[in-house]
T-cell receptor, first 115, second 109 residues
Framework: NAGVTQTPKFQVLKTGQSMTLQCAQDMNHNSMYWYRQDPGMGLRLIYYSASEGTTDKGEVPNGYNVSRLNKREFSLRLESAAPSQTSVYFC??????????????FGDGTRLSIL | SQQGEEDPQALSIQEGENATMNCSYKTSINNLQWYRQNSGRGLVHLILIRSNEREKHSGRLRVTLDTSKKSSSLLITASRAADTASYFCATVFYSTLTFGKGTMLLVSP
């Protein structure tokens, strides 16, 4: 059972380039999330999707877009990468519309460096 | 912000000892969760305690919650080297879940 799968695991971009981070879950969860983790900052929510067809902004959405492609997949796009977006990005999923009431299951992250 | 804050930031102990980590927060909560993160990996959910509960156990883990003091503690008994990880509390209020900055635990053989 794969759980939450993120691709790629590592990526280096130049400032201004674009890219899409992919996330897929096989647990039939209805809610999915994108976080970034920076040293000393904990995890901060970028966007979330409570159910297929809906997306909402989190704490730090600027510079990002998301697409809930179907129930399994939730992608995060950086249209014009900036050095401040250097971070580790985590995708998570859970089995409930209210994102705090059920445990979240995390992928192993994408380590993104922007030069 | 209702973000939880873990204390201490880092903790170093020997195998077999107990490890205690604390989480303080500022506003009301519906529940509080603890997660573990091994180096280079994603977070793994450990335990959830609801606001009307005072203590919860899971294996070698014991979590307490004191809503009057707005604090929670995570106790790991008989620590093992494999417990080396970062531990995060996450506070939940309705649809908002907020992670703290974590405690790094090092368990030496």
């Amino acid at each position: 059972n794969a759980g939450v799968t993120q691709t790629p695991k590592f990526q280096v971009l130049k400032t201004g380039q674009s890219m899409t981070l992919q996330c897929a879950q096989d647990m039939n969860h209805n809610s999915m999330y994108w976080y970034r983790q920076d040293p000393g900052m904990g995890l901060r929510l970028i966007y979330y999707s409570a159910s297929e067809g809906t997306t909402d902004k989190g704490e730090v959405p600027n510079g990002y877009n998301v697409s809930r492609l179907n129930k399994r997949e939730f992608s995060l796009r950086l249209e014009s990468a900036a050095p401040s977006q250097t971070s580790v990005y985590f995708c998570a999923s859970s089995f409930h519309r209210d994102r705090g009431w059920k445990p979240q299951h995390f992928g192993d992250g994408t380590r993104l460096s922007i030069l | 912000s209702q973000q939880g804050e873990e204390d201490p930031q880092a903790l170093s102990i020997q195998e077999g000892e107990n490890a205690t980590m604390n989480c303080s927060y500022k506003t009301s909560i519906n529940n509080l969760q603890w997660y573990r993160q091994n180096s280079g990996r994603g977070l793994v959910h450990l335990i959830l305690i609801r606001s009307n509960e005072r203590e919860k156990h899971s294996g070698r883990l014991r979590v307490t919650l004191d809503t009057s003091k707005k604090s929670s503690s995570l106790l790991i008994t008989a620590s093992r080297a494999a417990d080396t990880a970062s531990y995060f509390c996450a506070t939940v209020f309705y649809s908002t879940l907020t992670f703290g900055k974590g405690t790094m635990l090092l368990v030496s053989p």
